[in-house]
């Protein structure tokens, strides 16, 4: 962890009174609005490129909205962009405040799309998956940090650990791994349990039936060693389940092609 | 439930003093044989195609092994097959005791396979994942079962509420479907696990890093509806994150392949 100490004369935007902005009004923008918001930090503004979503946050953090980026307030201090990897450079681009702390929130790209622009900028990734309307307690998630500078770095810690206890650093190489990683462990494994939903609602089911197995597995995983846990019809080889499986999958090619490909590589993996 | 009113005076193996064979000494007859030997019931051999598996279960149930399904005493009772799919109809037709229970585990194998051989006969699957050194709670683990008649639906009914508190009858048909859908949420999402840590290591780092991700997940998933949960570069599509990804896994070509099946699947189903 960098030292504070030689820069604890430094203005800096881990001083609450500093205004901080929003651009986005999605899933990071809220729960990172909403924590900041009750760490005491004021927010100036809410910027979204519809005014539909910017209007819910900013009721929710009850301060001003717009679509139009060129209304950021002069004297703002953190500009928190959150918008889709996609938006970043063109967001960026728009920013006039070059004296500003910028800071994107995303775990693919690179911390280099700012320090072009701006004199003070990192990167603030919150490693989870977040909705608008579940309310995540951010203490738990772990920030992965990246400051442009050593001083940057140092105040972007501070600024950090009024959010939460987890804190780690993480170059843009680095933080590209952990987010690919968490696309697996997250976005791909929710896409199971949804293609598993989607099975048992055609049996009047639902997941509910499957909690048990899924805790389980869970547990079994962040504890110990997936690769060691692995279990089912591919590891074991058991070719007619899988064959049955197949065929059971025959209306669905979508589903029946993910059958096959992740079985295969199962397979491979754990052949004898 | 079925009910056991009509079938009371009937001896049958759900009393504890009926002596029960297990074929198999891998993960489910390990945690099965385990559940029952403390629920009381006794069990007179461990049956396994290898001396090492069936001298190891053996011993923890305190009971005779071998390797010859011939050697299942001629009084035996109960008779479960915990073997791999694959198996279970070879050893079905070396098992002469006509007149015993036979239960088979498995999630897939129709319930028919027994049938042709046995007059008392069923299915008791349980939902969950196993290992052969974790324990696992059993009591609440959904049991899936089948008679082959109503008498012996109840007969089993009653056994398995011996061991678990959650007992769901299915026929072949819904289990099977059942089972390809815990496949996908147990198995394959294991599997995405398995990958992310791969992805870790490099970096030296672990899962670990992801346990907060991965419980929100899950959590969301089971409580609600992960069809809405869904997020990601793929939900949102996020071309360039998505190109970068693909970019970092070059080296793998089969976890490319997969990052590619699962995003595609995942933009077709989301979008707009």
Excluded at 173 to 180: P, T, V, Y
Excluded at 226 to 248: F, M, S, V, W, Y
Aim: hydrophobic letters at 40%; a positive charge; aromatic letters at 6%.
């Amino acid at each position: 962890m960098l030292s504070l100490t030689a820069f604890e004369h430094v203005i800096n935007f881990s001083e609450m009174s500093q205004k901080a902005v929003l651009v986005g009004a999605g899933n990071v923008a809220t729960q990172l609005g909403l924590t900041m918001s009750k760490a005491g930090y004021s927010i100036g503004m809410v910027i979204s490129k519809t005014s539909k979503s910017s209007t819910v946050l900013a009721k929710k953090l009850n301060c001003p909205h717009s679509t139009n980026i060129h209304d950021i307030p002069l004297d703002t201090d953190i500009i928190i962009i959150a918008v889709n990897d996609d938006a970043i450079a063109t967001v960026v681009k728009k920013i006039k405040h070059k004296s500003a702390h910028v800071l994107h929130t995303s775990g693919t790209t690179e911390m280099s799309v700012l320090k072009k622009h701006f004199k003070n900028c990192g990167v603030l990734y919150p490693l989870q998956t977040f909705s608008k309307d579940i309310a995540i307690d951010l203490t738990s998630t772990p920030l992965l940090i990246e400051g442009n500078s050593k001083k940057n770095t140092a105040i972007l810690t501070h600024f950090a650990k009024n959010i939460s206890k987890h804190i780690i650093f993480a170059d843009s190489k680095k933080r590209k791994e952990i987010h690919l990683a968490a696309v697996f462990a997250c976005n791909f494994s929710n896409y199971m349990y949804s293609i598993a939903n989607t099975i048992l609602k055609k049996e009047k089911l639902d997941i509910s039936i499957l909690s048990a197995l899924i805790e389980e597995t869970t547990k079994k995983a962040i504890k110990g060693n997936p690769e060691l846990q692995q279990t089912g019809p591919a590891k074991r080889n058991d070719k007619i389940t899988l064959k049955t499986h197949i065929n059971l999958l025959k209306k669905n090619k979508d589903y029946q092609h993910i059958y096959k490909t992740l079985s295969q590589s199962i397979e491979k993996k754990y052949k004898k």
